[in-house]
């Protein structure tokens, strides 16, 4: 005799779709180097913007990727990163105020006009910051940091 599976509601299902893309994703980060992140990104994101050309009735885009994709692909990374933080957190020594033209929060300080993104620690914060010293060329933690 057969038994009934129970049949999942569309918020069910798409909620296990979001845990896998999120789990494909941070499948992602975990094996690949954040410059190699970035670039499957941005073609992603790029494929998305090509299936939706008829749509939105603009061009398509071809060729080597351009600087404004990956500008993109990072900004998607970040808002990732920032999804879980709540408006107006403060830590000592910052103020995280949200960017008016990225909608993504940056800190402020003492510091006038020196406003980085505000990025909890992570895989992809980790990422970025073995990208940044080894591109700095092992300078140490201080060089690293203000890079």
């Known amino acids: 005799m057969r038994e ?14 979001e845990d896998q893309e999120t789990d494909k994703w941070e499948e992602l980060l975990s094996r690949s180097t954040y410059w190699r992140v970035l670039q499957i990104t941005a073609w992603v994101l790029r494929f998305k ?13 071809s060729g ?11 900004q998607h990374w970040v808002e990732r990163v ?6 107006g957190m403060e830590r ?29 620690d992570g895989l992809f914060t980790q ?3 073995q990208h940044v010293h080894a591109q700095i060329k092992h300078l ?7 890079a």
Do not use: H
């Open 4 to 17: 009934k599976t129970p049949t999942k509601t569309k918020e069910q299902a798409k909620d296990s779709t």
């Open 49 to 61: 913007t090509n299936s939706l050309t008829k749509l939105r009735k603009i061009k398509r885009k």
């Open 64 to 74: 080597p990727l351009r600087a404004e994709e990956l500008a993109e692909a990072k």
């Open 82 to 87: 920032q999804r879980g933080i709540p408006d």
């Open 92 to 120: 000592p020594g910052w103020k995280l105020v949200k960017d008016k033209e990225t909608n993504l929060l940056k800190c402020t300080g003492r510091i006038q006009g020196y406003n980085p993104f505000y990025l909890e």
């Open 127 to 129: 990422k970025l910051i």
């Open 140 to 146: 140490g933690v201080a060089k690293t940091m203000t």
